[in-house]
């Protein structure tokens, strides 16, 4: 009877190595899977890129919002938010509500960058709606940065490739970026106490991937390529006949950040 | 005295000029330390901050890269409507579900009226701000009183989030009536 015990337990402690060597081969192989899948490169959103190997890329990139299109869904700002963390209350991006009544007066509001989406209607429009939309906002990219010429340490410049960017080693907080940029895209990032902005997510782009929020954009509001590209969209747009305007042109900063439909009203 | 006169003369612009080689020549050190080495590199900035860019970690990534685990989601979605809808705005960024090709933590999903407030981000006619020719508008409750089922019934009970016809064209096949085109 102890014998039989004592075997019938040899037999159960087997049992349980051989399961337990069964179940680490099995979990092993479809772990080895599971690595050898996500080895694979995921495929690049901008042809040519990871192909690049100089310093600067020779892509001339813009950045076209398309006004007819945006939803206001907010889709972007949580990707922006999730890409950098960005702290609560400081917008990289922000969507923002524009509302004409046919007195022409204009009513704008962006309740929480729209991070939140757009939940409840403007109940405080004193004339019918005549015009409605929604403008999505993000660092303009300009040709002429008013913003970099006043850095007094050089923490923020213009890249050959036409990005502006700003070096967080180097930048002192001063804030006189933050007040000379025009567009109101930049803040001092509570946390680093630097400044922050957006930067067309350089570092997915020189990847091979689009900007977080044109990824994420379930309408293609929001359109971003290489305009030496002759069959890109952006380019087929820059070409046709759309109207194409800028943020505050009379700035002269010259962006590069087009929108496609914009109204008069929008600054 | 006349030649020490003379000499002291001289001695006050040459102390002036030793000065001033020894406070240049201290700038040019301490520009040295302080400056960055690849400050000026391409212009007036640190050359080396191109790469500090580039290593941004990126956190979100394609709806490809979801797809390539998840693969049975990946068939009902990519057919459907909502294929343009990005995983990572309703579940989270990609990075902080995978890292180095292991699984480091779960994402979350919506569940109940949480549904509805995410359909309703893109859907709701009350924001008239939406253009209509881009997106199916609906307004709340007036859609489900029109499709005869109680007010209190959530989004994903006719619809599936990731398709959101696949249960109604099944229904309609089913009953075996043809269903109506609905503009975009």
């Given at each position: 009877m102890e014998d039989m015990k004592q075997l019938q337990e040899e037999i159960h402690r087997d049992r349980r190595g051989f399961l337990k060597k069964v179940l680490a081969g099995t979990i092993g192989g479809s772990l080895l899977m599971v690595y050898s899948a996500s080895g694979r490169e995921i495929a690049e959103q901008i042809p040519g890129m990871r192909e690049e190997d100089t310093v600067f890329t020779k892509k001339n990139f813009i950045f076209i919002v398309d006004i007819t299109r945006?939803?206001?869904?907010?889709s972007c700002c949580i990707a922006d938010k999730n890409e950098y963390n960005v702290p609560d209350g400081n917008y990289r991006t922000w969507v923002e509500r524009y509302i004409i009544d046919d007195h022409d007066e204009v009513f704008v509001d962006s309740p929480n960058g729209g991070l939140d989406g757009y939940t409840k209607p403007r109940t405080d429009i004193p004339y019918p709606v005549r015009d409605t939309f929604f403008v999505p906002k993000l660092c303009n990219m300009c040709e002429k940065p008013s913003c970099t010429q006043v850095c007094p340490v050089g923490a923020t410049y213009k890249s050959e490739d036409g990005f502006v960017l700003i070096d967080e080693k180097r930048c002192?907080?001063?804030?006189y970026c933050i007040q000379a940029c025009p567009y109101s895209?930049?803040?001092?990032?509570?946390?680093?106490k630097t400044a922050s902005k957006c930067t067309w997510c350089y570092h997915r782009v020189r990847d091979g991937l689009l900007p977080a929020c044109v990824s994420v954009c379930p309408v293609q509001a929001r359109k971003f390529g290489d305009?030496?590209?002759?069959?890109?969209e952006v380019y087929k747009i820059m070409r046709e006949p759309h109207i194409i305007s800028v943020l505050k042109p009379g700035m002269g900063n010259e962006p590069q950040l087009h929108y496609l439909g914009l109204r008069r009203e929008v600054v | 005295m006349e030649k020490k006169y003379k000499s002291s003369y001289f001695a006050h612009v040459l102390k002036l000029a030793v000065i001033l080689v020894v406070a240049g020549g201290l700038g040019i050190f301490a520009r040295g330390i302080f400056l960055p080495e690849t400050m000026g590199q391409y212009g007036h900035y640190r050359g080396s901050d191109i790469q500090d860019q580039r290593d941004v970690a990126i956190r979100n990534q394609t709806n490809d890269a979801c797809f390539e685990c998840h693969r049975p989601i990946r068939l009902i979605h990519k057919a459907g409507v909502h294929k343009t809808v990005s995983c990572e705005v309703c579940h989270g960024p990609y990075a902080d579900h995978v890292k180095d090709g292991k699984v480091i933590g779960k994402l979350p999903v919506k569940r109940g009226m949480e549904i509805k407030e995410l359909c309703l981000r893109c859907h709701n006619k009350v924001i008239k701000a939406r253009p209509e020719t881009v997106i199916k508008v609906v307004a709340m409750p007036q859609h489900l009183e029109e499709k005869k089922v109680q007010i209190t019934h959530n989004c994903n009970q006719c619809h599936m989030v990731h398709d959101p016809l696949l249960w109604v064209r099944a229904a309609y096949e089913m009953a075996g009536v043809p269903m109506k085109e609905e503009k975009k």
């Open positions: 945006c939803i206001g869904c907010g002192v907080g001063c804030g895209v930049r803040f001092l990032h509570p946390v680093t305009l030496n590209d002759k069959t890109s | -």
